[in-house]
């Protein structure tokens, strides 16, 4: 079993649609969860980061982490085209190196 | 805003060749990673430095692989002998603390 687990999509979806973006884990000492956006031929950009369980808003983005299933989501919503990218999950242990998931590629057709 | 510069942004070289990759880091910022990024599959971990040494390397990072951090400003990573399998993005993050790492747009390694 991969210890990130991430379905690459891609995912499409009209203009304004709320999108739904999950990743599950294996290792249970991952404590940092992040979300990370990618555009082609781009580094990875921090969209959210969370720690512990729980939810985190950050205008249209809301991050959701349950630590009991090992599942992480990201939900954007009234999505816009320029939200088409890739979008990554990521995390870690405490000072450990971050284990990304594949990546999700997003398009958001208007 | 502050950002990882990276350079340069596309570089060939021929396998058995070495290569340097040169990144700046955000100035304040303490811990120092490359990540690869082979096209078309996920982001990997290559290693991490913190207080001038290697914290943390992956399966990956072998002898051919080495990083440096030669004047306070710069952080290197050098590949000995390129293999065409080496040919990836490789990105340059830093991070100020264990989380929201900052990355560089990368560069394209193309090993011919």
């Known amino acids: 079993q991969k210890e990130v687990e991430q379905d690459p999509g891609p995912l499409s979806v009209p203009e304004g649609a709320i999108v739904s973006l999950n990743c599950t884990y294996s290792?249970?000492?991952?404590?940092?969860f992040m979300w990370y956006r990618q555009y082609s031929r781009k580094g990875p950009e921090l969209l959210m980061y969370?720690?512990?369980?729980g939810n985190k808003e950050d205008g249209r983005f809301t991050a959701q982490v349950d630590k009991s299933s090992k599942y992480i989501s990201l939900f954007i919503r009234d999505s816009q085209p320029s939200d088409s990218a890739t979008y990554l999950c990521?995390?870690?242990?405490?000072?450990?190196?971050?284990?990304f998931g594949a990546g999700t590629r997003l398009t958001v057709k208007p | 805003e502050p950002e990882v510069t990276q350079t340069p942004s596309h570089q060939v070289t021929q396998m058995g060749q070495e290569v340097i990759l040169r990144c700046v880091p955000i100035?304040?910022?303490?811990?120092f990673y490359w990540y690869r990024q082979i096209l078309g599959q996920k982001v990997e971990f290559l290693v991490s430095?913190?207080?001038?040494?290697?914290?943390?390397k992956s399966e990956i990072f072998d002898d051919q692989f080495s990083v440096e951090r030669p004047d306070g400003s710069n952080f290197t990573l050098k590949i000995r002998s390129t293999k065409l399998e080496d040919s990836a993005m490789y990105f340059c993050?830093?991070?100020?603390?264990?989380?929201?790492?900052?990355f560089g747009s990368g560069t394209r390694l193309t090993v011919v």
């Open positions: 993050a830093s991070s100020e603390e264990a989380y929201g790492y900052t």
């Open positions: 290792n249970s000492a991952f404590q940092y």
């Open positions: 969370t720690y512990s369980s």
């Open positions: 990521a995390m870690r242990e405490n000072n450990n190196d971050m284990r």
């Open positions: 100035s304040n910022h303490l811990y």
């Open positions: 430095f913190y207080n001038n040494e290697i914290s943390e």
